[in-house]
């Protein structure tokens, strides 16, 4: 699964330009749904959540 998603992301950065390209990404273990803690029940992020339940992951990615 990990590589077809590498895949994708390669062709995708393949078409943009070098400052939009996706350079790291993670793949989450939880499916969020609309109404959780992560999404209003509009489907819209809940950032503050979000950056307090996946601090350590958003850290791999940027620091």
């Known amino acids: 699964m990990l590589a ?4 994708g992301v390669g062709a995708a950065n393949d ?11 993670a793949v989450l273990p ?3 749904v609309p109404g959780s803690d992560h999404l ?3 489907g ?3 950032r503050k ?3 307090i339940t996946y601090a ?3 850290e ?3 620091g």
Request: charge should be positive; proline fraction near 3%.
């Open 4 to 7: 077809t998603l590498q895949d």
């Open 30 to 32: 939880d499916v969020w």
């Open 15 to 25: 078409k943009l330009s070098r400052v939009e390209q996706i350079k790291k990404f």
């Open 56 to 58: 350590a992951t958003i």
């Open 40 to 42: 209003t029940a509009t």
């Open 49 to 51: 959540p979000i950056a």
């Open 44 to 46: 819209k992020l809940s």
């Open 60 to 62: 791999s990615l940027y």
